[in-house]
């Protein structure tokens, strides 16, 4: 598994045939816009593609990540309800987890030969998120 950091709250999770990207706020490159690791690299990267966004705040929830599914249709969108409750995103847009809570266990099956199994739960406390990945 490897933990890049993206920018200022962001950052993504790659494993084998599934990415989560978590907090997107603006990629890497301080030069050019919609360019660095997550437009160069991980929105292309084959596998699952998970984006989750802790709260509504704009640098930890940009609504560009909504037009990445012209992209990759393939995408889950995992947010924290207060982003539905400060309508900046849609009900049909995410699954939303509320503060404190837990969303059902999303099992992500890796597309390599290892063929593990990830299971992730996500818990959104105030502000900010507790995200814990463990193979099962």
């Known amino acids: 598994m490897i933990l890049d950091y993206i920018y200022h ?3 993504a999770i790659e494993a084998e045939g599934v990415t989560v990207i978590i907090d997107y706020y603006k990629d890497s ?17 084959p596998g699952k593609l998970y984006v989750l966004s802790t ?3 704009p ?3 940009n609504r560009e990540i909504l037009t ?3 992209q990759r249709p393939d995408i889950h969108y995992i947010f924290s309800k207060d ?8 009900t ?5 987890i509320q503060k404190g ?4 266990t999303i099992r992500f099956e890796s597309t390599l030969s290892a063929q593990r199994m990830w299971e992730v739960r996500s818990c959104f406390i105030c502000k900010g998120g507790a995200f814990s990945m463990q193979a099962i």
Do not use: C, M, P, Q
């Open 68 to 70: 990445w599914k012209e």
């Open 55 to 57: 709260h509504f705040h």
């Open 29 to 45: 490159s301080e030069t050019e816009r919609n360019r660095g690791i997550v437009h160069d690299r991980l929105l292309k990267r």
């Open 9 to 11: 709250s962001g950052f």
């Open 101 to 104: 809570k837990h969303t059902k």
């Open 83 to 90: 982003i539905l409750k400060h309508h900046r995103a849609k």
């Open 59 to 61: 640098d930890h929830f």
């Open 92 to 96: 049909e847009d995410a699954i939303y």
